[in-house]
């Protein structure tokens, strides 16, 4: 791996001081990763007979992209340290501590953070009919209008 002094690198375990993933590489995978688990997901939620609402539509899509996305990184994260995204770019994701693999465990926290807490701010939206303010923005004290 050639050194590139443009890039953080860190201590992580035994596997010494290695290079950082930059934040384009971890967008572009988490936006490769997205496309994986997102259209396969969206596909099946609209081929459902009788679902015709769009609200619940809406509702039915983002929880079937989280539910899939949180197996997805979970499985392949805990399994292998990546997922396809992540191996495209050349990104991988190991345990801060040792530098191993991050295993089961941490790669379900990692996947249920990542996936879950949006799942959480959009279901919250759609449950506040009057205002359609999710968590986030409960938290902020903000509201979504159109410009």
Same mark, same amino acid.
């Given at each position: 791996?050639e050194h590139r002094p443009d890039i953080e690198r860190v201590a992580v375990g035994a596997r010494g001081v290695v290079p950082l993933a930059t934040l384009g590489a971890r967008v572009g995978a !988490?936006?490769?990763? #997205? ?10 939620? *609209?081929? %459902?007979?009788?679902? #015709?609402?769009?609200? %619940? ?9 989280? =539910?899939?996305? &949180?197996?997805?990184?979970?499985? *392949?994260? /805990? @399994? +292998? /340290? #990546? #997922?396809?995204? $992540? $191996?495209? =770019? /050349?990104?991988?994701? @190991? ?7 991050? /295993?089961? $465990?941490?790669?379900?926290? !990692? ?10 701010? &959009?279901?919250?939206? @759609?449950?506040?009919?009057?205002? *359609? +303010?999710? =968590? ?9 209008? =159109?410009?």
């Amino acid at each position: 791996m050639e050194h590139r002094p443009d890039i953080e690198r860190v201590a992580v375990g035994a596997r010494g001081v290695v290079p950082l993933a930059t934040l384009g590489a971890r967008v572009g995978a !988490r936006l490769i990763d #997205t496309t994986v688990v997102g259209v396969p997901a969206v596909l099946a939620v *609209l081929s %459902l007979p009788g679902l #015709t609402d769009p609200v %619940l539509r809406a509702v039915a899509i983002v929880v079937a992209v989280s =539910l899939v996305g &949180f197996v997805y990184d979970t499985t *392949l994260v /805990g @399994a +292998r /340290g #990546t #997922t396809p995204g $992540k $191996k495209i =770019l /050349g990104v991988e994701i @190991a345990h801060d501590a040792t530098g191993d693999q991050p /295993g089961w $465990k941490r790669a379900a926290v !990692r996947a249920a953070v990542l996936w879950v807490f949006p799942l959480i701010c &959009f279901l919250t939206a @759609a449950y506040d009919e009057r205002r *359609l +303010r999710g =968590l986030h923005d409960w938290a902020a004290g903000t509201v979504v209008i =159109l410009a």
